[in-house]
């Protein structure tokens, strides 16, 4: 029943957006500051409003919902420029839907395994790339240089399916290569259940490989495609690598992605390490087998994050990220530009419940049929960038792009409707724009711009402080 109930709820959540009603109660409220211009797209994430109970949605960069859902979720992101994945904590399954949100087909571990929800990839062929639970009880466990006797310890397989099959293609077990010594974090839930290893993410490479991430271990692990052998482990008690000025290295991570250039992006959440959480970019060297950090962020806002987060690589060189199971004051989602200036913060309220955390968070352009009321890919007016910065206390900026030459009008209005100024009234060519709106002798508050061309407008909020 609960499930059924999840699935509906799921449709009418969409149904309810589309129509122009309001959201639920205790649907998280969202503070975002514009400090300059972010990447193309909309931000995608899941948030916890007490315990089982999680929102996924899409808002653009001012917090507008564009589509949510509720359940019990985890890791919406996209495959492909027509669908979206998700996975479900009550049915175990990662689930694919398309741009109407429509389910098209459900993911879950073969070979008896139990589905891990922690990351699904999706190779270029669409394969499906799972990682998966596998329990077993043992008489006992030597950990920490005691004996646990009796105990249920968790161990990881990873799976490629054939997408249309779900033939297993490709499986590789934990069981093989890791041992409990090589844990520095303890062994989970004493006397009862051994979780050494915590697997939290699985990616590809460029020469076919895998990645995958170990939190207990404080390791990212390369996997052979062809013979499932280990090709290098980098950080944690096994690792191989020798870490060049980086006297602290990352542990706890919670994400991992090798980039076009070969370096390897991760989320440090640094739970027991003596730095705070961090985005640190790793260049490889296995000649002299030496891991030296080439690009690290963190942000005086986060001081702690004992789990959860990401970060993601835009095509615009900014990094996005998602700093996890903070403190309820911190920033959730921060976007940083190639030189570290923060160009856009996210904070999350979700009200009594206190809880504020992010799984992930992506920033997507995806799919011409989903910002229908947002954005039309048919009309001249292309509209990403949002306004920055925004709250603002003298001036802003507002910029937009005509995809032709068009008559463009921007005009100034409070929530009333009333006009306060006209910015621009004029025929533009093709190519980017921007104009810069002044306070003057405006009160505080949100006011509302809207850059309409002949066939298509487009309205956002901006708040002066």
């Not at 959201?23 to 193309?40: D, H, V």
């Not at 397989?157 to 090589?182: A, H, M, N, R, V």
Request: aromatic share 12%; charged share 20%; hydrophobic share 35%.
């Amino acid at each position: 029943m609960k499930n059924a109930l999840t699935s509906f709820l799921l449709l009418f959540c969409c149904q309810v957006f589309c129509s122009g009603q309001t959201l639920p109660i205790g649907f998280p409220t969202f503070q975002i500051n514009n400090y300059g211009p972010t990447a193309k797209g909309d931000i995608f994430m899941t948030t916890g409003v007490a315990p089982q109970v999680d929102y996924h949605y899409v808002i653009d960069g001012v917090g507008n919902v564009i589509y949510y859902g509720l359940g019990d979720f985890r890791d919406l992101k996209m495959i492909n420029d027509s669908q979206l994945c998700y996975f479900d904590m009550d049915k175990e399954k990662h689930f694919i839907i398309d741009t109407t949100f429509v389910i098209q087909d459900s993911i879950e571990c073969g070979n008896g395994l139990t589905t891990d929800f922690h990351d699904i990839y999706f190779q270029n062929n669409g394969n499906p790339v799972l990682i998966c639970n596998d329990e077993a009880i043992q008489d006992s466990v030597e950990f920490g240089g005691a004996m646990w006797y009796d105990v249920t310890e968790r161990g990881y397989y990873i799976q490629e399916q054939d997408i249309t099959t779900k033939q297993i293609l490709f499986e590789w077990s934990t069981w093989d290569y890791y041992d409990p010594s090589e844990n520095e974090h303890g062994p989970g839930f004493p006397l009862v259940w051994v979780d050494y290893i915590h697997a939290n993410s699985i990616t590809g490479t460029k020469d076919g490989n895998f990645l995958f991430s170990a939190k207990k271990m404080d390791e990212i692990t390369k996997i052979s495609r062809s013979d499932s052998s280990i090709i290098w482990r980098l950080g944690g008690p096994a690792g191989q690598f020798t870490f060049i000025n980086d006297s602290v290295p990352f542990c706890s991570q919670h994400s991992v992605t090798e980039l076009e250039n070969g370096n390897i992006l991760l989320y440090d959440n640094a739970s027991i390490s003596a730095h705070t959480p961090r985005v640190v970019e790793y260049e490889i060297d296995t000649a002299l087998m030496t891991a030296t950090p080439v690009w690290e962020q963190n942000n005086a806002l986060v001081t702690y994050s004992p789990n959860r987060g990401n970060v993601q690589s835009l095509p615009n060189g900014n990094r996005l990220v998602s700093w996890g199971g903070v403190n309820t004051d911190s920033p959730n989602v921060t976007e940083f530009d190639s030189l570290g200036n923060k160009v856009f913060e996210l904070y999350i309220d979700s009200g009594a419940s206190g809880v504020a955390y992010t799984y992930r968070a992506f920033r997507f352009e995806w799919g011409d049929d989903l910002i229908t009321f947002l954005k039309d890919h048919s009309t001249p007016l292309d509209f990403q960038s949002r306004n920055y910065p925004n709250p603002f206390d003298e001036r802003t900026t507002i910029p937009f792009e005509l995809n032709k030459e068009d008559h463009v009008t921007i005009t100034v209005s409070n929530l009333e409707g009333i006009l306060i100024s006209t910015l621009l009234n004029t025929n533009l060519p093709r190519g980017q724009h921007q104009v810069v709106f002044n306070r003057q002798n405006l009160a505080s508050g949100i006011y509302i711009y809207t850059i309409s061309t002949t066939k298509s407008t487009v309205s956002n909020k901006m708040i002066i402080r």
